[in-house]
């Protein structure tokens, strides 16, 4: 069972538990809490789901950036307004408490993440047009085309705040059988980058020229993440033959998982908030488990 739920009465964790969530989250599992343990002012939720959809960018799936404490893509006349504002203010809040229940639940990783992107994702699921590698609703593992992760894991949190609708995923195979499905023979196994690569991969992050042409920032670790993305996207045989388990996030609840490893899809549901956490791979309680560390024996070589 890929799915271990955690009640909010179980709460806190011993230290022996906390390190036994760390492992059931590493070998490619979801902790679900059937609860949320985050909480939020009534009129925060209220806000976000009294919003009516129109055409603005600020009705779309929105990123906030913890770092800078800004919502990403937004028009300039959007961004100072007072929609805007609240939304910022709201997600600037959310961030912070998914942030703060981690760092007292996952007590193992002593906090050696970087906090990432946080989302307000309004928009329903079921039946968007989306671009073949864009698309949410086929298997894949995650990787980000413009900001490369260098071999940190990608930890995500939702949570459901539809008042009535649950959120419905699809799980695949485990990390191994989806290496072993697609590579070496739809896929090439990464290798070491040459000197000349790695020059041009710090000239590019150096010099702001990474942000002109993205793929020039990947090391082969992030290149290899990226094609493994695409490739299961695009493999249609895969798509309707692998093993599938569905998993329905009820109103209310929120889950945790590693999806650059787990093989996700989200086939319906409508307004979740997200929050990233990019976790550094040495901190592992089963060490070995991170993808980057799983590649480089595969390989042998270094990958970032
Ligand atoms: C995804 O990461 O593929 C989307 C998950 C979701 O929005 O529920
Ligand atoms: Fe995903």
Same mark, same amino acid.
């Given at each position: 069972m890929t799915v271990h739920s955690i009640a909010? !009465? *179980?709460?806190? *964790? *011993?230290p022996e538990q906390a390190r036994m969530w760390c492992a059931r989250l590493e070998e490619g599992g979801i902790l679900y809490f059937p609860e949320t343990p985050v909480s939020f002012p009534a009129e925060d939720l209220e806000f976000l789901l009294s919003r009516r959809q129109t055409g603005s960018k600020l009705h779309k799936n929105i990123a906030y950036k913890p770092g800078r404490d800004r919502l990403s893509g937004l028009g300039r006349d959007e961004s100072g307004s007072e929609e805007a504002g609240r939304l910022q203010a709201i997600l600037r809040r959310y961030s912070s408490a998914v942030s703060a229940f981690l760092a007292g639940f996952l007590t193992p990783y002593g906090g050696r993440w970087r906090l990432d992107f946080a989302s307000y994702r309004p928009i329903e699921e079921k039946g968007r047009d989306l671009p073949l590698r864009r698309r949410n609703d086929l298997l894949h593992t995650d990787a980000f085309p413009t900001r490369p992760t260098r071999g940190a894991r990608i930890l995500r949190f939702f949570n459901? $705040?539809? #008042? &009535?609708?649950t959120r419905n995923w699809v799980v695949s195979e485990p990390f191994a059988r989806l290496l072993g499905a697609f590579t070496p023979g739809k896929l090439a196994l990464p290798r070491a980058a040459d000197p000349l690569s790695r020059a041009a991969r710090h000239i590019a992050c150096a010099t702001g020229l990474g942000a002109l042409? #993205?793929?020039?920032?990947?090391?082969p670790y992030d290149e290899f993440m990226m094609q493994l993305h695409n490739v299961m996207k695009e493999d249609a045989d895969f798509q309707t033959t692998c093993a599938k388990e569905f998993v329905e996030f009820a109103p209310g609840s929120s889950w945790m998982v590693y999806t650059e490893t787990a093989s996700h899809a989200v086939l319906s549901g409508q307004y979740a908030l997200e929050q990233t956490f990019l976790v550094d791979? &040495?901190?592992?309680? $089963? #060490? !070995? &488990?991170a993808p980057v560390a799983v590649l480089e024996k595969m390989a042998g070589e270094k990958l970032t």
């Open positions: 909010l !009465g *179980s709460l806190p *964790s *011993s459901n $705040i539809n #008042p &009535s609708q042409v #993205p793929r020039w920032k990947r090391t791979p &040495s901190v592992m309680v $089963i #060490p !070995g &488990s």
